[in-house]
């Protein structure tokens, strides 16, 4: 079975500062981790993903996010956030191979860009 | 390419009353998924379709939810009765081949009073 930890629940950063969003999975198999934004009133929309191959990721709106298997992590990062990126934040590992299986969310982390 | 849709987006409902949840998946995505989350929680998932068939209900309270998805298109998620354990957002998403990509509808979010 597989488990997400977000660390924060919630992460007050002003404009223009760096953030980091903590995650860390536990699982008994391969995993492929995600990270999914959710705006206010939307539904949830894939941020960034790690399937196989570079364990950095990035996503088209600067964010990037690094599998440390050693670790059992997976960070999201940015070096400069914006007003726009205030959000839920939700971490969240899929433990099968067939590429349809369930995603285990974390609780999520609430960000707040403070102008 | 149209998104997952769903409806209604919002339901207020008293408990023990029954409610339903409507579901179009994006087209030609054969695996279809509904997702509870509770307030301050992430999405715990309910049930998984794979086309019209069930491939995981282990965490769907049977003796009061029940969904099904006809034609392997739509899909509809029932509660009777409600409890107001209940109330929580709703959420659908597709995905479609071997890709680990799902996409997510905007939710239904359920009162309980």
């Known amino acids: 079975a597989q488990s997400v930890t977000q660390l924060d629940s919630q992460v007050p950063v002003f404009e223009e500062a760096p953030v980091e969003l903590r995650c860390n999975y536990s699982s008994s198999v391969s995993v492929y981790l995600f990270w999914y934004v959710q705006y206010p009133n939307q539904g949830l929309q894939l941020l960034l993903k790690?399937?196989?191959?570079?364990?950095l990721v990035e996503s088209i709106n600067g964010f990037e996010a690094e599998f440390n298997k050693s670790q059992t992590s997976f960070h999201l990062r940015k070096p400069s956030v914006h007003i726009s990126d205030t959000a839920e934040y939700f971490c969240a590992v899929s433990g099968g191979s067939s590429g349809n299986t369930p995603l285990v969310f974390g609780k999520g982390t609430r960000l707040s860009v403070i102008a | 390419e149209a998104g997952v849709a769903q409806s209604p987006r919002y339901k207020i409902i008293e408990k023990r009353q029954s409610v339903a949840f409507w579901c179009n998946p994006i087209?030609?995505?054969?695996?279809l998924y509904w997702y509870q989350q509770i307030l301050g929680q992430g999405p715990k998932l309910l049930i998984q379709f794979q086309n019209n068939g069930v491939v995981d209900d282990s965490q769907l309270p049977k003796d009061r939810f029940s969904a099904e998805r006809l034609k392997g298109v739509d899909s509809t998620l029932k509660i009777q009765p409600a409890k107001l354990e209940d109330s929580a957002v709703y959420l659908c998403?597709?995905?479609?081949?071997?890709?680990?990509?799902?996409?997510f509808g905007p939710g239904t979010r359920l009162t309980v009073t």
């Open positions: 998403a597709s995905s479609f081949g071997t890709n680990y990509e799902q996409y």
């Open positions: 087209s030609g995505h054969a695996t």
């Open positions: 790690y399937l196989s191959g570079s364990t």
